[in-house]
């Protein structure tokens, strides 16, 4: 690594010169050097570009793997199918770049300005966006899974849908991972693609960004030993926190079958047209199914003790409560918010 040779500076040189950035007299001479540099195919991997001015360059595949591109000045580049995989790119500006099929797998974008850059196709896995401005910058199909997003100003981006942030294999790996301060930012980092999608009208992506935030918050309270996790996974388990209202359906189904068992154990009921008349299990389902719904006949009826009657009024609450949870679920689940 060699030191820029302007006396008293200790910053790095910057690559194919002796000095810094901000110590290289003829930068325009530094720029034109450079651009034959590229143009010849010069080795660009791990080099030293802090702070340079690059913008409106053509650099379309060009190996910046690795290299220190802090604060560097890109704007109106070309980088079509550039490979910047685990590059320093903390406060660059990228802003009306040609990203399209870009790797930025792991690189460092805190801070930086993608404003109205292009990132279709862009690879952005377990990229930092941190506080980094994507106004007006078009991500469609860009790769944005385990990618970290916090203060990320994204609500007047473009293209951006549910699918960006989907992977087949490793669907659990980036929460289960995830430390306190990692889950606080990904819960915030939900909420902001929440917004998102509400403001662009894209209601199944904003279902998803809510159902994520707050099982964000329940995986917060979980790591904090906070009892109101308790009601949280309830709510999980019962209707993904009123965004799936199939949970409701499957769980209403596990409850009357949990019931009919508990009646069918104890011969809890009796028939009262025929007292002598032994129910068969269909009879006891069709009790629980009528007794879970509150329709409540009167053909069968619990026999009359206390425990009995205890687990027909049990049956029957919660059947009441469960219907209207289900109701308000397909309500919010389909209407327009
Ligand atoms: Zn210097």
């Given at each position: 690594m060699a030191i820029c040779r302007f006396e008293g500076c200790k910053a790095e040189a910057v690559f194919a010169s002796e000095f810094c950035?901000?110590?290289?007299?003829?930068?325009?001479?530094?720029?034109e050097k450079l651009a034959t540099l590229i143009k010849e195919n010069a080795p660009l991997?791990?080099?030293?570009?802090?702070?340079?001015?690059?913008?409106?360059?053509?650099?379309?595949?060009?190996?910046?793997?690795e290299a220190n591109l802090a604060r560097a000045n890109f704007s109106g580049s070309i980088l079509f199918d550039a490979n910047l995989k685990n590059a320093e790119l903390l406060g660059s500006n990228l802003s009306d770049c040609d990203l399209t099929s870009a790797n930025f797998d792991g690189s460092d974008l805190t801070r930086s300005s993608l404003q109205g850059a292009r990132l279709w196709h862009a690879n952005l896995r377990n990229a930092t966006l941190v506080e980094a401005n994507l106004s007006r910058c078009d991500l469609w199909n860009a790769n944005l899974?385990?990618?970290?997003?916090?203060?990320?100003?994204?609500?007047?981006?473009?293209?951006?849908?549910?699918?960006n942030f989907h992977h087949r294999a490793n669907k659990f790996l980036s929460t289960y991972r995830l430390n306190e301060k990692g889950i606080l930012s990904a819960e915030e980092a939900y909420r902001?693609?929440?917004?998102?999608?509400?403001?662009?009208?894209?209601?199944?992506?904003a279902s998803w960004a809510?159902?994520?935030?707050?099982?964000?918050?329940?995986?917060?309270?979980?790591?904090?030993?906070?009892?109101?996790?308790?009601?949280?996974?309830?709510?999980?388990?019962?209707?993904?926190?009123?965004?799936?209202p199939h949970r409701i359906v499957l769980s209403s189904f596990f409850v009357i079958m949990l019931y009919t068992m508990a009646y069918f154990m104890l011969k809890a009921?009796?028939?009262?047209?025929?007292?002598?008349?032994?129910?068969?299990?269909?009879?006891?389902?069709?009790?629980?199914?009528?007794?879970f719904t509150t329709v409540g006949y009167g053909d069968f009826i619990p026999k009359?003790?206390?425990?009995?009657?205890f687990l027909a009024a049990s049956e029957a609450f919660i059947g009441a409560f469960m219907i209207g949870l289900f109701i308000f679920t397909l309500a919010r689940k389909y209407s327009a918010r």
């Amino acid at each position: 690594m060699a030191i820029c040779r302007f006396e008293g500076c200790k910053a790095e040189a910057v690559f194919a010169s002796e000095f810094c950035w901000a110590h290289i007299e003829n930068r325009s001479a530094y720029r034109e050097k450079l651009a034959t540099l590229i143009k010849e195919n010069a080795p660009l991997k791990g080099v030293n570009l802090s702070k340079v001015d690059l913008s409106n360059l053509s650099l379309a595949r060009v190996d910046l793997s690795e290299a220190n591109l802090a604060r560097a000045n890109f704007s109106g580049s070309i980088l079509f199918d550039a490979n910047l995989k685990n590059a320093e790119l903390l406060g660059s500006n990228l802003s009306d770049c040609d990203l399209t099929s870009a790797n930025f797998d792991g690189s460092d974008l805190t801070r930086s300005s993608l404003q109205g850059a292009r990132l279709w196709h862009a690879n952005l896995r377990n990229a930092t966006l941190v506080e980094a401005n994507l106004s007006r910058c078009d991500l469609w199909n860009a790769n944005l899974f385990n990618t970290r997003l916090w203060r990320t100003d994204l609500l007047q981006a473009i293209s951006l849908s549910k699918k960006n942030f989907h992977h087949r294999a490793n669907k659990f790996l980036s929460t289960y991972r995830l430390n306190e301060k990692g889950i606080l930012s990904a819960e915030e980092a939900y909420r902001d693609l929440k917004s998102y999608f509400l403001a662009n009208g894209r209601y199944d992506d904003a279902s998803w960004a809510s159902f994520k935030e707050k099982t964000m918050e329940r995986l917060l309270l979980k790591k904090k030993k906070n009892l109101a996790y308790l009601p949280s996974s309830i709510m999980n388990l019962l209707c993904g926190y009123g965004e799936k209202p199939h949970r409701i359906v499957l769980s209403s189904f596990f409850v009357i079958m949990l019931y009919t068992m508990a009646y069918f154990m104890l011969k809890a009921i009796i028939y009262t047209p025929a007292l002598r008349y032994r129910p068969v299990i269909t009879d006891y389902i069709y009790y629980s199914v009528i007794t879970f719904t509150t329709v409540g006949y009167g053909d069968f009826i619990p026999k009359s003790t206390l425990l009995f009657r205890f687990l027909a009024a049990s049956e029957a609450f919660i059947g009441a409560f469960m219907i209207g949870l289900f109701i308000f679920t397909l309500a919010r689940k389909y209407s327009a918010r």
